[in-house]
């Protein structure tokens, strides 16, 4: 299994920018997508996640600031992160990963998931 993410940058605050994924080496198997972001000096953490049915799941950072936005296209194995009203605290290389799984991600947002991809760089200026 291979993710390859791209779309990061260079973006103003207040700007938004969509992070996209391309997926290869799953065959048929269904399989939840999750955008995780590291920011200098912190720890990994989880963003959201579809599963292969498309229902989607939130941390609560996420949740409750309402500017992420994450979809899939099965068809081309591919996902993507929208981001809005960008601030500098999302500065961060961002990655999207993948998981093995018929329904469901929430676990695999919280303790991570089976495959990764090497991350794009966001960086927000104020």
């Known amino acids: 299994v291979q993710l390859q993410a791209s779309g990061g940058g260079l973006v103003q605050a207040g700007g938004s920018l969509r992070l996209s994924c391309a997926v290869t080496g799953f065959g048929s198997d269904a399989y939840a997508i999750g955008w995780f972001r590291q920011a200098p000096g912190k720890e990994r953490e989880g963003i959201v996640c579809?599963?292969?049915?498309?229902?989607?799941?939130?941390t609560d950072f996420a949740a409750v600031q309402n500017r992420f936005s994450i979809s899939r296209d099965s068809a081309k194995n591919t996902g993507s992160l929208q981001i809005n009203s960008l601030k500098p605290e999302d500065t961060a290389v961002y990655y999207c990963?993948?998981?093995?799984?018929?329904?469901?991600?929430?676990?695999?947002?919280?303790?991570?998931?089976?495959?990764w991809g090497k991350g794009t760089q966001v960086t927000v200026s104020s």
């Open positions: 990963a993948a998981h093995r799984v018929g329904h469901g991600c929430s676990t695999q947002l919280i303790y991570g998931m089976d495959h």
């Open positions: 579809i599963d292969s049915g498309g229902d989607k799941y939130f």
